[in-house]
């Protein structure tokens, strides 16, 4: 059964033939330093806020890291109710969740999830500092999927449950946008993840049977100027350098960063 991230229906939407160069024809590169830094240090602070949750020492985690303390306390301090447990409610960091549609299994890990017999909410923490765009973030499979998943997989009505994104690295302090959902936004959500999925079920199908390429993304689209696989696509004259094809490969991180940071 083929294992779904929110990352992967990101790329599968903007491009279905670069989904396929991703993950079908393994056509990435290694990270480059830089990116591995950033990455290391995103999970570097999950796994404070982890530690934090389950009540053990971060001391150590932080001593080394100035920068990281400051935006640890700075989080704290901007977001008391989340960050400070409520007797009323139960906490769980890094929660997993699996749900099977249509043969696949839809995966997402919650940073934070905060439950009563009232209400979830779903944290995420965003170790970039500028909010993307509200609407764009809404659309986001990642808040999609993360709501819908959680639906389908409790007791609680749309209605009753919200994602919030932290943004720890914000100036002057960390911000949130906090998304709600209803029945309504679930059935879209039902409709668009059955409509992509079945799409895949027919390209996976023609890839695997006769080696149909997967479709390319409308060039109106405007999204292969600098797409990594340009050339290969007979889109544009860029060329697959190591750069392009390590930007294709990070364009990924936040997610495989995701599943990566739940081991301690
Ligand atoms: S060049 Fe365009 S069609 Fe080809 S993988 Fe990139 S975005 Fe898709």
Same mark, same amino acid.
């Given at each position: ?31 480059? !330093? &830089? *990116?591995?830094?950033?990455?290391? %240090?995103?999970? =570097?602070?999950?796994?404070?806020? @982890? ?106 009505? !749309? &209605? *009753?449950?919200?994602?919030?994104? %932290?943004?720890? =690295?914000?100036?002057?302090?960390? @911000? ?89």
């Amino acid at each position: 059964m083929l294992r779904l991230s929110q990352g992967h229906l990101n790329l599968l939407q903007a491009c279905p033939r670069k989904f396929q160069h991703i993950f079908f024809d393994r056509l990435g590169a290694p990270v480059g !330093p &830089e *990116q591995q830094e950033k990455q290391i %240090w995103g999970s =570097q602070f999950h796994l404070v806020m @982890q530690q934090r949750e389950l009540g053990l020492p971060v001391e150590f985690l932080v001593r080394e890291d100035p920068q990281l303390q400051r935006w640890v306390s700075s989080l704290i301090s901007a977001a008391p109710d989340i960050s400070i447990p409520d007797p009323q409610t139960s906490r769980d960091s890094e929660h997993c969740r699996t749900l099977n549609f249509q043969g696949y299994l839809l995966t997402v890990i919650y940073d934070l999830l905060i439950a009563d017999n009232q209400q979830a909410q779903i944290i995420d923490w965003k170790t970039y500092p500028q909010p993307k765009q509200r609407r764009r973030l809404e659309q986001d499979w990642q808040t999609r999927l993360y709501l819908y998943v959680l639906a389908e997989t409790s007791d609680y009505l !749309p &209605e *009753q449950i919200s994602m919030s994104y %932290w943004f720890v =690295q914000s100036q002057p302090q960390p @911000q949130s946008l906090k998304f709600s959902y209803d029945r309504t936004r679930h059935e879209q959500t039902e409709r668009d993840l059955s409509y992509l999925l079945h799409q895949l079920t027919d390209w996976l199908q023609a890839y695997q049977e006769v080696g149909a390429d997967l479709p390319q993304v409308a060039e109106a689209a405007g999204r292969c100027s600098d797409c990594s696989f340009a050339v290969r696509c007979g889109r544009s004259a860029v060329g697959e350098s190591p750069a392009n094809l390590e930007s294709a490969a990070t364009e990924l991180m936040p997610d495989l960063a995701d599943i990566e940071e739940v081991a301690i």
